[in-house]
């Protein structure tokens, strides 16, 4: 009878577990092909910034409540398929930075003992790629000539303007550097935030759900004396 019970209990388990893998894997699929199109059509700056910390975000939530890290790569497929239909018009980059990130994530997450640390390495190694993935890009499709133009443009903008003449600064080099710094600073807080996750979800589960339920019964037992 007790076996029977603690087999019940585990497979409920077990199916609230893979509820909330699938609608995580649910919002990360939204985030990359909905929220990336709202972002882009508003012209948010830095907009791989922002998506690229939500997707840290939500695998390490899929590392958190699944019990194989396999799982981030099934996620990962899903939200690829979901992208490719939504989002045809995306460029081959994106569908490779999300492949990217899954595979990242099922190496950071093979094991759950240090989980602060591997969203921490998450959270820089995804916002690194992110920030110098498209500077390679650019630097394919335009060569070194763009940031030598960018260079000499800067350059007399700031000579003109703010009499500064270094001509000895690289100022493609530093705004490149700038560029990735942003990111490896954002990775730094996302991925501080997603290893304390597992604290703030029981905080929520044990203090304030509990509150929360307390209040509703309450208030349901003022409306039945005010109905009475």
């Not at 199109?37 to 409540?65: E, K, Q």
């Not at 820089?124 to 335009?142: D, E, N």
């Not at 807080?189 to 509703?216: E, S």
């Given at each position: 009878?007790?076996?029977?019970?603690?087999?019940?209990?585990?497979?409920?388990?077990?199916?609230?577990?893979?509820?909330?893998?699938?609608r995580?894997?649910?919002?990360?699929?939204?985030s990359?092909?909905?929220?990336?199109?709202?972002?882009?059509?508003?012209?948010?700056?830095?907009?791989?910034?922002?998506?690229?910390?939500?997707?840290?975000?939500?695998?390490?939530?899929i590392?958190?409540?699944?019990?194989?890290?396999?799982?981030?790569?099934?996620?990962?497929?899903?939200v690829?398929?979901?992208?490719?239909?939504?989002?045809?018009?995306?460029?081959?980059?994106?569908?490779?930075?999300?492949?990217?990130?899954?595979?990242?994530?099922?190496?950071?997450?093979?094991?759950?003992?240090?989980?602060?640390?591997?969203?921490l390495?998450?959270?820089?190694?995804?916002?690194?790629?992110?920030?110098?993935?498209?500077?390679?890009?650019?630097?394919?499709?335009?060569?070194?000539?763009?940031?030598?133009?960018?260079?000499?443009?800067?350059?007399?903008v700031?000579?003109?303007?703010?009499?500064i003449?270094?001509?000895?600064?690289?100022?493609?080099?530093?705004?490149?550097?700038?560029?990735?710094?942003?990111?490896?600073?954002a990775?730094?807080?996302?991925?501080?935030?997603a290893?304390?996750l597992?604290?703030?979800?029981?905080?929520?589960?044990?203090?304030?759900?509990p509150?929360?339920?307390?209040?509703?019964?309450?208030?349901?037992?003022?409306l039945?004396?005010?109905?009475?």
């Amino acid at each position: 009878m007790y076996t029977d019970q603690q087999t019940k209990f585990s497979s409920i388990e077990n199916i609230d577990e893979r509820l909330s893998v699938l609608r995580i894997t649910a919002l990360w699929a939204f985030s990359e092909s909905a929220f990336g199109g709202i972002l882009h059509a508003l012209a948010i700056p830095l907009r791989g910034l922002f998506i690229s910390s939500a997707a840290v975000l939500f695998i390490s939530l899929i590392a958190l409540f699944s019990k194989s890290n396999k799982e981030i790569l099934k996620a990962t497929l899903i939200v690829v398929l979901i992208k490719a239909v939504v989002s045809p018009h995306s460029p081959l980059t994106a569908y490779f930075a999300v492949s990217l990130q899954g595979v990242l994530g099922f190496l950071l997450f093979s094991t759950k003992k240090f989980y602060r640390l591997s969203a921490l390495l998450l959270g820089l190694s995804v916002l690194f790629f992110s920030g110098i993935q498209k500077i390679v890009v650019l630097t394919i499709l335009f060569g070194n000539m763009l940031w030598e133009s960018l260079d000499l443009f800067i350059e007399q903008v700031s000579s003109e303007i703010f009499r500064i003449n270094h001509t000895d600064i690289n100022y493609g080099y530093v705004l490149i550097a700038v560029y990735v710094l942003l990111h490896l600073i954002a990775g730094l807080f996302i991925g501080l935030y997603a290893g304390r996750l597992p604290k703030k979800i029981d905080y929520y589960k044990n203090i304030i759900l509990p509150d929360c339920q307390t209040l509703k019964m309450f208030l349901l037992l003022i409306l039945s004396h005010l109905s009475a």
